[in-house]
């Protein structure tokens, strides 16, 4: 089981949203350890291992309606959303800022999203 802090106390990541209604969704821990082969392919289990659990990515389609957003999932790192949709309700947009609620598929995890300039 992933701890609620899976991702450390600074995550990285990057929600995109466009006009067409596609989006893209990277969050990851900022302290993933380097691998020692120095190439992605040779990893050890103890690397693969942290790299699944330090880092979630997902892409597809979205709608909005009212305080409802939803994902429609074309694929993701976790298989198990491939296909589905993850529904976010009571989404405030407040400034520059997104806060949706928390998802399915893991440990509830407050997420607050910052406008890039």
């Known amino acids: 089981?992933?701890?609620?802090?899976?991702?450390?106390?600074?995550?990285?990541?990057?929600l995109i949203f466009d006009a067409n209604g596609h989006?893209?969704?990277?969050?990851?821990?900022s302290d993933?350890?380097?691998?020692a082969s120095n190439n992605r392919a040779q990893g050890t289990p103890e690397?693969?291992?942290a790299t699944v659990q330090g880092y979630i990515g997902y892409f597809g389609s979205y709608t909005f309606n009212g305080t409802?957003?939803?994902?429609?999932?074309?694929?993701?790192?976790?298989?198990?959303?491939?296909?589905t949709d993850?529904?976010?309700?009571?989404?405030?947009?407040?400034?520059?800022?997104?806060?949706?609620?928390?998802?399915a598929g893991g440990p509830p995890i407050v997420v607050v999203w910052k406008r890039a300039k």
């Open 68 to 83: 409802d957003l939803v994902f429609h999932i074309e694929g993701s790192s976790f298989p198990n959303w491939n296909g």
């Open 23 to 29: 989006f893209s969704s990277q969050f990851m821990r």
């Open 86 to 103: 993850q529904k976010r309700t009571n989404v405030t947009i407040t400034g520059d800022e997104l806060k949706p609620t928390p998802s």
């Open 32 to 35: 993933l350890p380097k691998y």
């Open 47 to 49: 690397e693969y291992k």
């Open 1 to 14: 089981m992933v701890s609620a802090d899976a991702y450390g106390p600074n995550p990285k990541g990057a």
